[in-house]
């Protein structure tokens, strides 16, 4: 038996789920996405990830600013579905977008709830320095992702970039969500009510907190780095220009916060070093410290800030 879904996702953290979820044999009724936004310099409409695959896939695809418009309403619930899957879809789901399909709506969520609630799981997860993470799919109500969890797994964070664990929980993800369909399919699953202690929110995250602060510990720097990398990419002033850190390591030595301790890039933190691994110029690719050092010279004992 398979369930006739709609699907509602935007970026490409949300494209291996609906990928799994055709390679499962559901029938996806209709594919909802945000509005294509201008992007590039050129600002020319783009549509998002999810609606590309969409489209290529031959699915019908939905792009309403809001589904309040009781008109948006009607065409949903005319979708006549057994269920729908939301990951990372962007818009609020109201009361009768939630009632309409038969068995409900199930969103995918890359944290271990009821940690980081809300628009940035992951990042949050790396910057508090957590020791593990995971993804979860929970039975939709009306609260932030209060809904009841169907079905989890955990990963450990270790010394992984945002960009890794993204690419990791996205394919985790697909893989659960496939699976709690199948249980639910069979009756075989049931929802669990999320624990009501340990309740904390991943806000959105702001342009003002991607600067590095040298005089915070290596310790806090490091997970600022790893989770702002590779976009937007935590950054600092070196001789004038803004320059993204994408990786750092561990490194010996201590001084003044923000001075270079050799020629290699070790910097002094508040508290222990950081070495730069990778780093960014504007306008130039990704590249490494020796590359980056190569043509644009830093010393030892010069200050970045």
């Given amino acids: 038996m398979t369930l006739r879904l709609a699907f509602l996702g935007t970026p490409d953290f949300a494209v291996?789920?609906?990928?799994?979820?055709?390679?499962?044999?559901?029938?996806?009724?209709?594919?909802?996405c945000q509005p294509p936004?201008?992007?590039?310099?050129?600002?020319?409409?783009e549509p998002s990830p999810v609606h590309r695959f969409a489209l290529a896939s031959h699915l019908a695809v939905r792009t309403p600013a809001s589904l309040r418009d009781p008109a948006q309403q009607e065409l949903f619930a005319a979708l006549a579905l057994d269920a729908a899957v939301v990951v990372a879809y962007g818009l609020i789901l109201p009361k009768a977008i939630?009632?309409?399909?038969?068995?409900?709506?199930?969103?995918?969520?890359a944290s271990l709830l009821p940690r980081w609630r809300g628009a940035a799981p992951?990042?949050?997860?790396?910057?508090?320095?957590?020791a593990e993470t995971g993804a979860m799919v929970m039975r939709m109500d009306e609260g932030l992702d209060t809904g009841p969890v169907l079905m989890a797994e955990r990963v450990s964070v270790a010394r992984k970039t945002y960009g890794e664990?993204?690419?990791?929980?996205?394919?985790?993800?697909?893989d659960l969500t496939a699976r709690a369909l199948a249980a639910l399919e069979r009756g075989s699953i049931e929802a669990v009510p999320q624990a009501r202690d340990g309740v904390t929110y991943a806000k959105k995250i702001d342009k003002d907190e991607a600067r590095i602060d040298w005089t915070k510990s290596a310790r806090e720097i490091d997970c600022l780095i790893r989770g702002l990398s590779p976009s937007p990419g935590a950054w600092t002033m070196a001789k004038g220009e803004r320059l993204k850190i994408l990786?750092?390591?561990?490194?010996?030595?201590?001084?003044?916060?923000?001075?270079?301790?050799?020629d290699a890039?070790?910097?002094?933190?508040?508290?222990?070093?950081?070495r730069l691994v990778r780093l960014q110029r504007a306008g130039k690719a990704a590249m490494s410290a020796a590359e980056l050092l190569r043509g644009f010279a830093l010393k030892m004992g010069e200050c970045l800030s």
């Fill in 16 to 32: 291996p789920t609906l990928a799994a979820l055709m390679t499962q044999g559901h029938e996806i009724a209709c594919v909802y």
């Fill in 37 to 45: 936004r201008p992007k590039g310099r050129g600002f020319e409409t």
């Fill in 98 to 109: 939630l009632e309409a399909p038969r068995l409900g709506c199930f969103n995918l969520h």
């Fill in 122 to 130: 992951i990042q949050r997860a790396i910057m508090a320095g957590d």
């Fill in 165 to 174: 664990l993204h690419d990791e929980l996205a394919q985790l993800g697909a």
């Fill in 247 to 262: 990786y750092a390591e561990p490194a010996d030595g201590s001084g003044a916060p923000g001075t270079l301790l050799d």
């Fill in 265 to 274: 890039l070790a910097v002094a933190c508040g508290e222990g070093a950081l």
